[in-house]
């Protein structure tokens, strides 16, 4: 009978718990909110040639050759709630001394293969949404020349500006 005691005491003492220890460490990420816009870093170019160019009548239409396709693909995401857009500004078409040789408002840009605009040099809504996106969202911008028969010869490229607004 001792004997059993001194087993049970001895299992008692293996199989009692041990003493631990333990850290603890708070963890903390913060998100800030952002409203961020990605665009290719491209020219938008016009390709007028002997076969496109006199076209047979006045006002004429050239889509833009490039980037591929004439589109422009435009990247948003949002990660907060709340109204945002999405803003653009085409410059008006100069001259190397500055000139105005095609004002902005003969490039025109449709939206998601919507109705054609034309553009402006001031910053023009072309896309608003509500809350945050699913991981970024892709909006195509396509151009297009129109072209009133009064227009210079010359190489004819535009760099667009687009931006993103969010409203309070």
């Given at each position: 009978?001792?004997?059993?005691?001194?087993?049970?005491?001895?299992l008692l003492v293996l199989l009692a718990p041990?003493?631990?220890?333990?850290?603890?460490?708070?963890?903390?990420?913060?998100?800030?909110?952002?409203?961020?816009?990605r665009t290719p870093t491209t020219t938008i170019g016009f390709e007028l040639?002997?076969?496109?160019?006199?076209?047979p009548s006045f006002p004429a239409r050239y889509a833009a050759t490039t980037p591929?396709?004439?589109v422009l693909p435009v990247q948003v995401f949002v990660n907060q709630p709340g109204v945002w857009s999405l803003l653009l500004e085409i410059p008006d078409l100069l001259d190397e001394s500055g000139n105005r040789l095609i004002p902005s408002d003969q490039i025109l840009f449709r939206v998601n293969e919507g109705p054609w605009l034309r553009g402006s040099s001031a910053p023009q809504v072309f896309y608003t949404d509500v809350g945050a996106t699913e991981g970024w969202k892709e909006i195509r911008l396509e151009f297009a020349l129109?072209?009133?028969?009064?227009e210079p010869p010359g190489n004819y490229a535009v760099n667009v500006v687009v931006s993103a607004i969010r409203e309070p």
């Open positions: 009978m001792k004997r059993t005691v001194q087993n049970i005491l001895v041990i003493g631990y220890a333990q850290a603890t460490w708070f963890v903390q990420a913060v998100i800030p909110e952002v409203i961020s816009v040639n002997l076969q496109n160019y006199p076209p591929e396709d004439g129109e072209l009133k028969g009064n």
